[in-house]
């Protein structure tokens, strides 16, 4: 089974920008579709991004023309360039398939605070 870890959070203030790597243990390319998720403290995991082969990509509205999906099945790693950051996208982001494939890796904190 795919095991995935997270990496890149951290604190940053209003505006700036993160990127976030997540990389799974075995192969990935025979996933359809690979997704980062996240959860904001006291509610449930929502599904941010989306990318589909590769190609396709799709977002939740909140993020969209900020946050920026795409993967690199060579090396198994998923990325998330998040832009323009706001206190609001403060959460614990995933990765996983969508449908998820594997286990739920720690995730990476993400806050944006001034």
């Known amino acids: 089974q795919v095991q995935l870890v997270e990496s890149g959070g951290g604190l940053v203030q209003p505006g700036g920008s993160l990127r976030l790597s997540c990389a799974a243990s075995?192969?990935?390319?025979?996933?359809?579709?690979m997704a980062w998720y996240r959860q904001a403290p006291g509610k449930q995991r929502e599904l941010v991004a989306t990318?589909?082969?590769?190609?396709?990509?799709d977002y939740v509205d909140s993020v969209k023309g900020r946050f920026t999906i795409s993967r690199d099945n060579a090396k198994n790693t998923v990325y998330l360039q998040m832009n323009s950051l706001k206190p609001e996208d403060t959460a614990v982001y995933y990765c996983?398939?969508?449908?998820?494939?594997?286990?739920w890796g720690q995730g990476t904190q993400v806050t944006v605070s001034s």
């Open positions: 996983n398939g969508q449908p998820p494939v594997g286990n």
């Open positions: 075995g192969s990935i390319f025979w996933i359809r579709t």
């Open positions: 990318i589909t082969w590769g190609v396709t990509t």
